[in-house]
């Protein structure tokens, strides 16, 4: 069958369920079953479908392992193999622990798009209600045509939505509580993690490689914490410390941001001075700084300090901006190390003339005349004046023609008698009028009072309602056309029959009520 | 539209004009009518530079003959070119208006770092390595020699405006340094040079203080500038500063190391070229007798502008005999130099003055004082003959030189010190401080010389000190205020913190662990009301490390972060701009950031922090200058000897000109907004509050004086909220902007002539 091109990753033999020895498949997409000496699975759960497993606890005579559906169902598995039984059992629990988190992320994704969509669209809801809840068709059936529509539109509106920054803060809401007995806890949240990670992209290079092959999460975090990268006012004393190299990192990162240079001549100090002094001259005592053996260990550890922060701001405004230009262009990956997110000094000259102008300039000194109009820049006049015309009627009424036109009405008008002897009489003129007025006699009709009227709200809803569900359900049979495979076959043979069906004794239903209520 | 102001059309290019401005063109008008020198302070945003370009240009259109040329020095290279757009859209509004096309010439100039195009010489980073390079490639006996031998390279961009480019004249137009290296380039010219060479016949010149001050540069650049010229010093408040420092001079042991290979090289070449080429030395040496005459005929003539490294009694006597020749120099320099090094081998501080100095050097050395004063010029002249190409590598020495020319010429006012930093503990390192005392030194040629000086920035209260320590007689000083529809900035003096400990940074108490809380407490606090942009000021950079690592400690600096980004200045110029540039960034996008900066550090003399980018501005503590420091102690003493002012009185002026120079920074307009915050108690005293700016003290009431963190939080919330109602022109009409015919009106005429006060 289809499971023997499945990926085997785990076979455990002699596992019971339902007082019937069998062999335990696990599968990269499921976890199956089957009785001993059968060919087929009588038990198969995809791992998407599992919330989550049980053990029995380590001292219980059966060792045992329970599957909770999302479902509420349960299936428990018994492992009989003797000695090996608890081996087997910890084995399996193992793999499912690694998968299940994998597919769960997904089920949940899916999840909650499918209740977002559902919160988002009273009218999908309705239909859902209409065609799931009173069983009509499968949630399934109805998701698998829904979910692929909307991925592309929700994707858009995704987007559209504003990126939330991070929090300046975010390492400061991990303080420390000391637990009492000489260490130190931190607590540690996904939002954290995430911004941490966003913020210092070396972090999470790091993460990726150490865990879960070189250390656990646990582990890593907690010599996150104990590192002088974390500490950074504490100078760093040359112990093994892997997160040593996110310093350099970092370090490198300022320093290209900084050789790099900035875009605005108005804020770079460095061209700042027009003719320095030269060496030797002038009062500053300043002894040269670059020499650092002569500061302090604590002088060393304070510009450490405004190192940092400097850095750490940088970081979390790139971070915020990063997202926002991520689709944009591809080459923001080079930049996003660095914490510098906008492309070289290609339009420096630009740029410096657009910042000495606004600087100069004063607006509330400026007149009302000063406000910037584009002038309207007609090629042809003629054709602004006359809009596009199809190119055969060249023939448009000149100026001439109307003035023409214009001087024979006139004339005509000047002309005009009035023939008397050919007027209706007032009587039937006036009869006209009130036939004509409204509620006169032309005028009436029950074709204004509509169907909305005469129906009763809750019928016209349901009515509504029906409608848009037997849409839906035709829009499904539709979409089994071209018939090219033997599912779409037999949806359309079976139950899509069933479901039209169904529609329309619900549509029997609904025109019987109307009736009743009529008479 | 067109003004007239005292019979003096103006053309000012916009549809409205602030009161003030009226005023201040009123008062630039008499100093020029009067030929004399003038002080003009007014609030930054008020237009002042327009005002002073419109009036000044009218007057050089009505007057040609009275005033030939406009020089304008700024101090920052943005500022210059700002200078210039302001200009550019002056005289657009002339062409405009009048129908006739601008005959102006206006130039900026700055270093050839700026200009430069030469494709390999610009691409070098740093000021000093491109004029190494360039004088490497345009010297005269480089070109001289790449006439025998072409392979010598040569700038084809000097070459080319060395042949032609002295002969057509600059068309008329506004030049900023990137028309001038656009039309440099078109034309194949060296811009730098052509700009060197087009400012002698501009209308209108602007660049950087250091072109008038700096002896060492004006000598070079500024020597022919026309007598009937007015020269303008925008954001002057720091001028005596800068004099200073151009005047003064420190030597290490390494300068004098490095100074002894120069020496030694000078030898060597010397000796060589004595066997090659003696002609050369003896034509040198008859150039030096006769030449000095020559500068002596110059001067008398009134073409050169005087060079305070070169005084007027050196100009009647020729080189001394016992320098002329060039060993005799050489071997002079040495004996200096030696002297010199003995001198720094001494282990404990010395201060002397010059005349001290002098005798010492007489009686240790037999060197006399008058061929200590041709030092300088002597060298250059040797430096020329004997053809050294890069003398960049010849700083050392030239930096003795001129050591020597300041010490023997000027006797008064001058000290030396001999200073001890204790860099490892084993080994001394002394440095020999050669400091200016007088200001007036430096600057006294320019206001000899030029007509007209004007002196004016934001900040110049209290306005008669200038005058006394740069020792000139203006005209007229006066200090306007903004007037304003809505007070738009809100000083506060914040005193003490809720738990009622004072705020101070002073010096017993700045350490203070209460004090440092409190003022977290305070930035804290604002963090959290503020929108946008924060700007804070320390007294010092060691003091703000020290601050912000025990904020660190304390947490405070986590619980900021979670209203703002923190952005801080460091000591390294390049880093800091990249924070200003991120920390702009935080603020354009909405986050909102937080700025700690320093007084007296580069973001506070030459960064706006306009609207948003800085909708509040704390100083932190009294910027007092570091007191203990020798020199400093020196200049006071001076300062209350020659010109009677009192140690204190300077000091607080120093420290409250800084003050407003950084709360003025968020200030940039009428329609700009800010809080002002005084964290320090003393603050509130009257000789400190009395020094700040008019436009600032107006608005300081009597309630907002020794506040509480919480007081302050309080009057912050409801300026913050008033300010940001809508803010319309209607508002401003008729009380802080003027159309032309209110300005005409009888009652606002009068009402302007309150605008100035006359100090």
Redesign the interface.
Known sequence: MASLSEEVLLVVKRVRQRKQDGTLYLMAERIAWGPEGKDRFTVSHLYADIRCQKISPDGKAKIQLQLILHTGESTTFHFSNGSTALKDRDATKELLQQLLPKFKKKANKELEEKNRMLQEDPVLFQLYKDLVVSQVISAEEFWANRLSLNTVEHSLSNNSKQEV?I???F??DIRPQTDGCNGLRYNLTSDIIESIFRTYPTVKQKYAENVPHNLTEKEFWTRFFQSHYFHR?RISTGQQDIFSECAKQDEKG?NS???Q?????????????????????????V?T?S?S??KSL??N???A???R??HH??M??AA??RKAEAPSDQASETSSTDGNSRDSDFFQ?PL?KVK??E??E??????D??RKTIALNLKKSDRYSHGPIPLQSQHYTTSQDIINSISIIQHEMRNYKPRLTQVMSSNAASSAITALSPGGLLMQGGAQQTINQLVPTDVQIELKHLYTAAGELLRHFWSCFPVNTPFLEDKLMGHLEEMLQAAYSKFQVWQTRRMMRKT | FRLNIEGLLVYFPYDYIYPEQYSYMLELKRTLDAKGHGVLEMPSGTGKTISLLSLIVAYQKAYPLEVTKLVYCSRTVPEIEKVVEELRKLMDYYAKQTGVKNDFLALALSSRKNLCIHPEVSSLRFGKEVDGKCHSLTASYIRAQHHSNPSQPVCQFFEEFDAVGRQVPIPPGIYNLDDLKDFGRRKGWCPYFLARYAILHANIVVYSYHYLLDPKIADLVSKELAKKSVVVFDEAHNIDNVCIDSMSVNITRRTLDRCQTNVETLQNTISRIKETDAAKLREEYRRLVEGLKEANVARETDIYLSNPVLPDEILQEAVPGSIRTAEHFVGFIKRFLEYLKARLRIHHVVQESAPQFLKDIYEKVCIDRKPLRFCAKRLRSLLRTLEIADIADFSAITLISHFATLVSTYSKGNLYDYDFHQKTPTIANPVLHFSCMDPSIAIKPVFGRFQSVIITSGTLSPLDIYPRILDFRPVTMASFTMTLARTCLCPLIVGRGNDQVAMTSKFETREDFAVIRNYGNLLLEMSAIVPDGIVAFFTSYIYMENIVASWYEQGILENIQRNKLIFIETQDAAETSMALEKYQEACENGRGAILLSVARGKVSEGIDFVHHFGRAVIMFGVPYVYTQSRILKARLEYLRDQFQIRENDFLTFDAMRHAAQCVGRAIRGKTDYGLMIFADKRYARADKRGKLPRWIQEHLTDGSLNLTIDETVQLSKHFLRQMAQPFRREDQLGLSLLTLEQLQSEDMLQKIAQIAQQA
């Open positions: 920054g929090s300046a803060a390492l400061a006012d300022l941001m900084v050789t240079g900035v875009k605005n001549p108005m804020v770079d100090l460095l061209s700042l001075e027009d003719k320095t002094l030269d060496e030797g001259y002038g009062t500053a005592t002894p700084t020499n053996s002569n604590r002088e550890s304070n510009s300090i405004i190192k922060f400097n701001s940088a979390v405004l915020g901006l000259l410096k000495l102008q600087s100069i004063y607006d509330d000194l400026q007149g005349s000063g």
